[in-house]
Nanobody
Framework: QVQLVESGGGLVQPGGSLRLSCAASGATLDYYSLGWFRQAPGKEREGVSCISSTDGTTYYADSVKGRFTISRDNAKNTVYLQMDSLKPEDTAVYYC???????????????WGQGTQVTVSS
């Protein structure tokens, strides 16, 4: 059973950057698609980005397109989310997720980390 542990969250000023990491254990991620989701207080969880295990195809929500970059390092069994030009509305708990469905399809993610808090505030 794959276990996912996120890190890298914190407090950052608007316009700043953070890089989230998600380290996996218990399974090799080579054949998993990987995603990042977030949930702000009082809101539903939303898909932010995902990356396939086939050819590295990526998806970004419109709200983060051009500011966030997802990447994976299969040798380190880790997926990253580089977040630039952060806005207060990016404040949320960020979760990484995995799926044995190899394509990037947000509805197919079924295994989650515990989350890391990102707060964007001056």
């Amino acid at each position: 059973q794959v276990q996912l542990v996120e890190s890298g969250g914190g407090l950052v000023q608007p316009g700043g950057s953070l890089r989230l990491s998600c380290a996996a254990s218990g399974a090799t991620l080579d054949y998993y698609s990987l995603g990042w989701f977030r949930q702000a207080p009082g809101k539903e969880r939303e898909g932010v980005s995902c990356i396939s295990s086939t050819d590295g195809t990526t998806y970004y929500a419109d709200s983060v397109k051009g500011r966030f970059t997802i990447s994976r390092d299969n040798a380190k069994n880790t997926v990253y989310l580089q977040m630039d030009s952060l806005k207060p509305e990016d404040t949320a708990v960020y979760y990484c997720a995995s799926s044995t469905f190899r394509l990037c399809v947000l509805q197919r993610y079924d295994h989650w980390g515990q989350g890391t808090q990102v707060t964007v505030s001056s």
